[in-house]
């Protein structure tokens, strides 16, 4: 499977999870040892001389590299670096894309790119040369063809031309049949309209007659209307002042109830809106003592974590002091007891002391050369470790910290918009009270308009 490139940002958030560097994972040459007083304090410095070949020494590098690669990326596609590419997506999603930035990404276009676009530019200009071909069929079909269509066209205009001639001495035919048919017409209408005119002299004559008739009829009708209409005014106008006297009785014991209730009511909404605000104080305070609350736990949270951090340091320097350094001390010690071994069984022996075989003396050389080649790059590989881990912890360590204070804006911005709420609230209730008291003060002043007399259909009838 090809890995995945290490401009893949994934790929980046991995490293920083890791705490591996770019030099870790592309470095073909594995790096100088370091001396002594880096990786260990407690001892004196000095300095460290490489004593595994470097045929070696590259083995063990290529091996770690692959095994990082392969830590890398099954850390790239897990779901705690795309949570933190969500994240960093959602702050620098409205940057735009500056000058650099483009110019860089057109550089970083692969070669298959290239090699693409190529290809499609030479099937672009093998469709243009087909299309150029069909152009000139086509121009040759649509020269024939309009050739054909204009014989079409002036037959077609030879035989329209005989049809309107046709046409023509038919409406001159039409037209004199026509003009004969008016003038009969004409002289039938001036007799009809001499016959209406008589018509109209004789009922207008008998029309004057009839309303001559009708007004002295009319004349009778509204002089017995009118005295029927005064006896029924005066009537109307003794029963209104009558209903006018009982309606202002009624209305000044209205307003004296309505003074006793507006007195009483006023008392009760001003303990109730007493009462509102006391609640809503407390429960104010109450998410006030939750908030501070809050405060204090993160930051017995952020001292919790510091201390953490401070722990792991201490367990992984006491790992290394504890486990790491008596290991590589037996192993030394073995080595030396070995070697004792090896002179005491040659002094035991019988044999005179002579010189040792040299078959055994280069069997011991390489033994030894192995062990202390082991021993180093056992060394080297233990201290890359370390930095590694103390990279990842420090960028978890940052992400912690940085999620804290997220959360403290997030807390303070809540706690702000809970206190403009609340002044919100304050000041529509302040509005409310106003607004009511303005209403009680007009019910309180309000005149009452008495009722129009209603006026007779009769009336109504004549106005129209």
């Known amino acids: 499977s090809a890995r995945l490139s290490l ?13 591996c560097s770019v030099e870790d994972l592309t470095c073909g040459a594995p790096p100088p040892p370091q001396p002594r007083g880096m990786a260990d304090p407690g001892k004196s410095p000095r300095k460290v001389v490489s004593v595994v070949p470097a045929a070696r020494r590259q083995e063990l590098w290529e091996r770690k590299q692959q095994n990082l690669w392969r830590e890398v990326e099954a850390e790239a596609k897990g779901k705690r670096v795309e949570k933190l590419l969500k994240q960093k997506f959602c702050e620098t999603v409205e940057e735009p894309l500056e000058g650099d930035a483009k110019l860089n990404a057109l550089k970083m276009r692969s070669q298959a790119e290239i090699q693409r676009a190529i290809d499609t530019e030479k099937e672009k200009l093998e469709r243009i040369q087909a299309c150029a071909e069909r152009h000139d069929k086509m121009q040759k079909q649509v020269v024939t063809r309009r050739a054909e269509a204009h014989e079409k066209l002036v037959k077609a ?8 001639d046709a046409q023509a001495i038919e409406l001159e035919e039409n037209l004199k049949r026509r003009r004969k048919a008016g003038r009969e017409l004409i002289a039938k209408l001036k007799k009809s309209f001499r016959k209406v005119e008589e018509y109209k002299a004789e009922t207008f004559e008998n029309w004057q007659r009839v309303k001559e008739e009708h007004e002295e009829k009319m004349r009778d009708v509204t002089l017995r209307r009118e005295e029927q209409l005064r006896v029924e005014q005066e009537e109307l106008v003794h029963e209104y002042l009558e209903k006018e006297a009982r309606t202002q009785e009624r209305l000044a014991e209205k307003r004296e109830k309505e003074k006793e209730r507006a007195l009483k009511g006023e008392a009760d909404y001003l303990e109730k809106l007493e009462n509102s605000l006391r609640q809503i104080e407390a429960k104010q305070a109450e998410k006030e003592e939750e908030f501070l609350e809050a405060l ?29 350094v008596p290991v590589l001390e037996k192993k030394r010690e073995e080595e030396e007891k070995f070697q004792e071994r090896l002179r005491r069984k040659a002094k035991k022996s019988r044999k005179p002391p002579g010189p040792i075989s040299p078959r055994k003396l280069k069997y011991l050389q390489e033994e030894s050369q192995r062990r202390i080649e082991l021993r180093s790059s056992m060394d080297e590989l233990v201290q890359q470790n370390l930095r590694r881990l103390g990279r990842g912890q420090e960028f978890n360590t940052d992400r912690l910290l940085t999620r804290i204070e997220e959360n403290n804006a997030r807390s303070d911005e809540i706690h702000e918009k809970r206190m403009n709420r609340h002044l919100q609230r304050e000041a529509i209730m302040k509005e409310a009270l106003i607004e009511k008291a303005r209403v009680n003060d007009e019910l309180r002043t309000m005149k009452v308009l008495p009722n129009p007399p209603a006026e007779s259909e009769e009336k109504e009838k004549e106005s129209k």
């Open 157 to 164: 205009m030879q035989t329209r031309q005989d049809l309107r």
């Open 296 to 324: 204090s736990r993160q930051a017995k949270a952020r001292q919790t974590v510091e201390v953490q951090h401070e722990e792991i340091k201490a367990e992984a320097k006491k790992y290394w002091t504890e486990k790491v």
């Open 7 to 19: 401009d893949d940002p994934r790929m980046v958030v991995a490293m920083q999870i890791l705490g």
